[in-house]
């Protein structure tokens, strides 16, 4: 489906503007962090809930997740990354660090009552934006077992020996299949 | 069963989407420091899934701007880092603790991610809760200016650790101030018979060190307590409402706060 030639602009693309917004950050400058928070508060919120799916608790993480990009902003080097994607690392680390925490505090047998994402879900839920068609142009590029395993490890906040229990399918497999989607992914958004 | 290299290195994908487990984790990590193509697979990785997480974007609840801003405001900022490993500044990683295990955290602006951080936070967001719901305002804003002060102060340690009542406990304690600065989260719900109580401990000695409030939403407000001397440890135990002079049951939880 996709091209091995990346389209012209990487969806992900670096934000010059956001990335000097979190240098002042890192300096105290409040009106910054009002600016960042106004750019990425709803890109860090969605993709907790989406991990979560409690709204309540997607809002504490995210609350902790923005408190944190305030406390660490001096640790962004825009030379590294965008600052989109410091944001969204550090929110989905702290969403799957509270899924990993209830996972050992309460009984499996609940969270195996939760349905996973559905597949479909996620592409529909996308906005119509051309990023966001893009992406699920892309998504669509890869095999099924690609994309299930991907969502599911994401969005679904499992870990890959967990997906491979729901989708009864060897770790190892699981593992390349991750590994080889993410590839042809990133190849296909033409992301660096 | 260790992996063999070629292995670790397929890990990469999942990694890249935090789906490995902490020791998984871990061994990969040691790995990626010393493979320089798996720095730069995982950093493309790590682009693409952000495309994934910008993807989910949804408005988030109103309020939460507000809260943020206002925390963000009694919050001290780290500095800058000047000596980082290269691998990890690359991938512009910090380290995730383990959730459940104790762990002491040197100085405070050391302390990058995970249950310390977020018991910090929670701590800096209860104070402006307190601060903007209490009626006696004067005296909240002095004890938060408190808490704030011990949080802040540049010999400020954190210690973490669970308990058996359920839940984390955590302290921040400054041995120049004398203060710590208590708080926990997920401690079972007591009857109102009962409280839970703070003591510093040391061999041969208990001396109370206040009363933890009832918890908000499974978090309990910090309590600043005066009075730490070098080689204490602070415990919790549960004892009749109204607290005890000396300890009657077995703590809970006790911390050991680094000299």
């Known amino acids: 489906m996709c091209a091995a030639r990346p389209e012209q602009e990487p969806a992900e693309r670096a934000d010059p503007d956001l990335d000097k917004l979190l ?56 030379a590294r990354g965008s600052a989109a994607s410091w944001v969204l690392t550090i929110a989905h680390r702290r969403a799957i660090d509270r899924v990993r925490a209830e996972e050992a505090a309460t009984a499996r047998e609940q969270r195996a009552a939760d349905v996973p994402v559905p597949v479909d879900e996620v592409a529909e839920s996308v906005e119509a934006t051309m990023d966001a068609e893009r992406l699920r142009r892309c998504l669509a590029g890869l095999t099924e077992l690609q994309r299930e395993s991907i969502t599911l490890a994401y969005y679904g906040g499992y870990t890959y020996a967990q997906v491979a229990a729901l989708l009864e399918t060897a770790l190892g497999t699981i593992k390349t299949r991750i590994r080889d989607g993410l590839t042809r992914l990133r190849d296909c958004l033409g992301v660096s | 069963m260790r992996l063999r290299r070629r292995d670790l290195h397929a890990l990469a994908g999942a990694y890249a989407l935090d789906a490995l487990d902490d020791a998984e984790r871990d061994r990969f990590e040691r790995h990626l420091r010393r493979c320089q193509a798996c720095q730069n697979e995982v950093r493309g990785f790590a682009a693409t899934a952000t495309a994934l997480g910008l993807a989910a974007a949804a408005e988030p609840p ?77 005296a909240e804003r002095a004890r938060s200016q408190a808490i704030a002060a011990v949080l802040a102060a540049p010999d400020a340690q954190i210690v973490s650790g669970p308990t058996t009542a359920g839940g984390v406990a955590t302290v921040v304690a400054s041995h120049r101030a004398g203060q710590i600065v208590f708080t926990s989260s997920g401690l079972r719900v007591l009857p109102s018979s009962q409280v839970y109580e703070l003591w510093f401990l040391r061999p041969g000695s ?49 911390l050991e706060v680094p000299v």
Do not use: C
Request: aromatic share 4%; net charge positive.
């Open chain 1, 23 to 78: 240098t002042h950050v890192a300096k105290g400058d409040q009106a910054a962090f009002e600016a960042v928070y106004d750019r990425l508060a709803s890109s860090a919120y969605g993709l907790i809930r989406k991990v979560l799916r409690n709204p309540s608790q997607a809002e504490e993480v995210t609350q902790e997740v923005l408190l944190e990009v305030w406390r660490t902003a001096s640790r962004f080097d825009p």
């Open chain 2, 206 to 254: 208990a001396r109370p060190a206040g009363l933890v409030p009832v918890a908000v939403r499974g978090s309990t407000a910090p309590v600043l307590a005066s009075g730490l001397k070098a080689g204490d440890s602070v415990g919790v135990t549960v004892e009749p409402a109204g607290g005890t002079s000396a300890p009657t049951t077995t703590p809970i939880v006790v």
């Open chain 2, 62 to 138: 109103a309020g939460l701007r507000e809260r943020v801003l206002a925390a963000a405001t009694v919050t001290r900022q780290l500095p800058p880092v000047t000596a980082t490993p290269r691998w990890r500044r690359a991938l512009g990683l910090s380290r995730v603790s383990t959730a459940g295990t104790t762990r002491t955290f040197g100085m405070i602006p050391k302390i990058t991610t995970g249950i310390a951080a977020a018991a910090l936070a929670a701590v800096v967001a209860l104070t402006v809760i307190t601060i903007s719901t209490n009626n006696s305002l004067h």
